[in-house]
């Protein structure tokens, strides 16, 4: 079993900046891919960033590309996701998930099988 812990969400001002934290905990010694996605009220959950084990492939929304970046640090079981220049689109709970069966990143949900319990964040105009 992993578990996985999503911090850093808050309410932020348009143009502004955060970063959220994942750690992982648990039997992270099969941690592969790790993937950042996000769901607004009444829409679907998407795809927002991922990152491969070895070497640490990084993929991005279009949506967000140039604007955020995923880092891992893998000796602390933790994942990252800086967001600069936040819109108000960026509005979400954001979710962390690990896939422990292989490391290939994928935008597809279903292609993790442990997520987080999510963090909000909430960006005025």
């Given amino acids: 079993q992993v578990q996985l812990v999503e911090s850093g969400g808050e309410l932020v001002q348009a143009g502004g900046s955060l ?8 039997r992270t010694f099969r ?8 769901q607004a009220p009444g829409k679907e959950r998407e795809f927002v960033a991922g ?4 070497p640490g492939r990084t993929y991005y929304a279009d ?16 994942v990252y996701l800086q967001m600069n220049s936040l819109k108000p689109d960026d509005t979400a709970v954001y979710y962390c998930a690990a896939d422990t069966v ?19 964040v909430t960006v005025s105009s």
């Avoid at 941690?31 to 996000?38: H, I, N, P, V």
């Avoid at 990152?51 to 070895?54: A, D, E, L, M, T």
Wanted: proline content about 0%; glycine content about 12%.
């Fill in 19 to 26: 970063r959220l934290s994942c750690a992982a905990s648990g």
């Fill in 31 to 38: 941690l592969y891919a790790m993937g950042w996605f996000r």
């Fill in 51 to 54: 990152i491969s084990w070895n």
């Fill in 63 to 78: 949506s967000v590309k140039g604007r955020f970046t995923i880092s891992r640090d893998n000796a602390k079981n933790t």
């Fill in 102 to 120: 292989a490391d290939t990143v994928t935008s597809l949900a279903g292609g993790y099988n442990y997520w987080g319990q999510g963090t909000q």
